[in-house]
C-alpha cells in the first residue's frame, strides 16, 4: 500500500466490503473490531506519512465554486441544548466570546464582530466524514495562527484544545490537535460557509476546519481555545471525545 494512499479511499474500500454498515453512523461502525483494526493501521501510516516524509505545509486540495456540493451535510450535533448556548443564539451572538487562553502570554477575550474584523482566509475543500459521505464547502475564517500568535503562545505549549457549546449527554464536545496542525495555514476558525454566515447546524457562530484531517476532528460551536502542555487532563487523556468515549484515533489525519 503506498503512502500516499489517503482515509478516504481506505474507508471508500471499506464500505464496499461492509454494505450498510456506514450507513448506521459512526457509532455502530466503530463498534466493529475489524474496522478499528484497520483504521487504527490507516492512521499510524498517515502520521508517520505526513510527520517524517511529506511536506508539514503541503496543502489540502481546494476546489472551484463549480465543485461545491449542492447539499452540505450537518456532522454531530445540529443544534447545542445548553441555556448559554440558546440565549446567545437569540440574540445573534452579540455577547458571545471566544476564550483563547491556557499557556498563553495574553489571554484574549473576542467578540464574533472583532474575530470577524480579522484577517481572513477563504477556501473551498472536501469534507471527509467516517460515516462514509464527503462533500465539498466553501469556508472564511480566521487563521487559527493569527489567534495564537496575538496571544503570546508559551513554548510549553504542546497542543490546542476546543471546547465547545454542544454536548453528548452530559459530556461537553472537545477535540484537539498538535502545533503542526494548530499553525497550518489551512487551519482556519470558520465564521462563513458557502458566502453566508454559519449555519447553526454547520457550528455557527464559530467551527474549527482543519482541512488535512477526517470530520470528528472538525469542532462544531467552538466557545474556548485552550494551549496545553500535555492532553492528560482533557477528558479522559486521548485527545478528544471520540478518542475518550469511542476509541477513535487521536490523529483523524487524510
Not at 465543485?67 to 440574540?91: E, T
Request: glycine fraction near 10%.
Amino acid at each position: 500500500m503506498s503512502l500516499s494512499l489517503s482515509r478516504r479511499r481506505l474507508i471508500g474500500s471499506i464500505a464496499a466490503g461492509t454494505g450498510g454498515l456506514l450507513l448506521a453512523g459512526c457509532d455502530r461502525l466503530n463498534r466493529n473490531d475489524d474496522f478499528r483494526e484497520t483504521l487504527r493501521g490507516a492512521e499510524r501510516l498517515t502520521m508517520r506519512a505526513q510527520r517524517l516524509i511529506s511536506d508539514r505545509g503541503a496543502l489540502a486540495r481546494e476546489y472551484t465554486a463549480a465543485d461545491m456540493s449542492p447539499i452540505f451535510r450537518a456532522n454531530g450535533n445540529r443544534m447545542p441544548a445548553s441555556a448559554d448556548y440558546q440565549r446567545h443564539l437569540a440574540s445573534g451572538f452579540r455577547e458571545w466570546r471566544l476564550q483563547v487562553d491556557g499557556l498563553v502570554a495574553r489571554p484574549l477575550s473576542l467578540s464574533l464582530d472583532a474575530i470577524r474584523r480579522l484577517p481572513t482566509r477563504t477556501q473551498i475543500t472536501r469534507h471527509d466524514c467516517v460515516e462514509g459521505w464527503s462533500a465539498i464547502g466553501q469556508w472564511t475564517g480566521v487563521p487559527l495562527k493569527l489567534l495564537l500568535d496575538a496571544a503570546g503562545m508559551r513554548q510549553s505549549a504542546r497542543y490546542i484544545v476546543f471546547h465547545c457549546a454542544d454536548t453528548f449527554g452530559p459530556v461537553p464536545y472537545y477535540e484537539s490537535i498538535d502545533l503542526i496542525d494548530a499553525f497550518h495555514p489551512q487551519t482556519i476558525l470558520a465564521w462563513g460557509m458557502n458566502g453566508r454566515m454559519l449555519p447553526v447546524a454547520n457550528g455557527a457562530p464559530l467551527r474549527l476546519r482543519v482541512e488535512r484531517m477526517l470530520g470528528y476532528k472538525h469542532a462544531k460551536y467552538v466557545m474556548r481555545v485552550e494551549a496545553v502542555a500535555s492532553l492528560a487532563g482533557i477528558g479522559q487523556g486521548k485527545g478528544g471525545y471520540w478518542e475518550d468515549s469511542h476509541d477513535y484515533e487521536w490523529y483523524g489525519g487524510i
